[in-house]
């Protein structure tokens, strides 16, 4: 019954790879995010995305893209991994039409690039 | 630009309470929040504010809100070792569906 869920939890892989991370809410939200979150914990918007929008964050290199199978699911594909790409990665989760909007976070998936 | 600042690190005792403060920049900011964060966890809402008011009481949890001056700040009373975490003020930007402007997260220490 988790409300927003990543995975892998851990993904450990070589610079030059391509690696998906996968998120899906069983909230019936209909916007998700992706945020990248540094070894400092400083946290920051990547995407959000609606089923008629996708927002970028302009600082996010386009070898990020997030793929959305349906309203449930929003994937992260990364290409071609540089190390300064090891973070957590946190997938969230909102409802339209919430004054609030408050914003339903996943476990996160820690990615390491060697 | 958008910008929300917080201060690092926090250590109180248990039982004291415990102030974070946070200043943000823009002003058309609608909501205001505070998530939590506990170790290898992602994070919870804890409190929001709605910038129409300048205090909000919840339990042990009181958020002041200064739109003047831009600036934000969680009490907690009674501060209890579970309340050992890091706390990250954030703004909305853009209107309702806008995207959440995180500040840099402060860790509250609370020793026993």
């Known amino acids: 019954d988790t409300a927003v869920s990543q995975t892998p939890k851990y993904l450990v892989t070589q610079m030059g790879n391509d690696k998906s991370i996968k998120c899906e809410q069983n909230?019936?939200?209909?916007?998700m995010y992706w945020y990248k979150q540094d070894s400092k914990k400083f946290l920051k918007i990547m995407f959000s995305y609606n089923n008629k929008e996708l927002i970028i964050n302009e600082t996010v290199p386009n070898r990020f893209s997030p793929k959305s199978p349906d309203k449930a699911h929003l994937n992260l594909h990364i290409n071609s991994l540089e190390l300064g790409d090891s973070a957590v990665y946190f997938c969230?989760?909102?409802?339209?039409?919430?004054?609030?909007?408050?914003?339903?976070f996943g476990p996160g998936t820690r990615l390491t690039v060697l | 630009g958008e910008d929300v600042e917080q201060s690092l690190f926090l250590s109180v005792r248990e039982g004291d309470s415990s102030v974070i403060n946070c200043t943000y920049t823009?002003?058309?900011?609608?909501?205001l929040y505070w998530y939590k964060q506990e170790p290898g966890a992602g994070l919870q809402l804890l409190t929001y504010?709605?910038?129409?008011?300048d205090m909000k009481q919840d339990q042990r949890l009181t958020v002041l809100l200064n739109k003047k001056d831009k600036h934000l700040s969680l009490r907690i009373a009674d501060t209890q070792t579970g309340d050992s975490a890091i706390y990250f003020c954030a703004e909305r930007i853009g209107g309702s569906q806008g995207n959440l402007i995180f500040g840099k997260g402060t860790k509250l220490s609370v020793k026993p």
């Open positions: 504010i709605f910038s129409n008011m």
């Open positions: 909230l019936g939200h209909d916007t």
């Open positions: 823009d002003s058309s900011s609608t909501y």
């Open positions: 969230a989760s909102s409802r339209g039409g919430v004054l609030y909007n408050e914003q339903f």
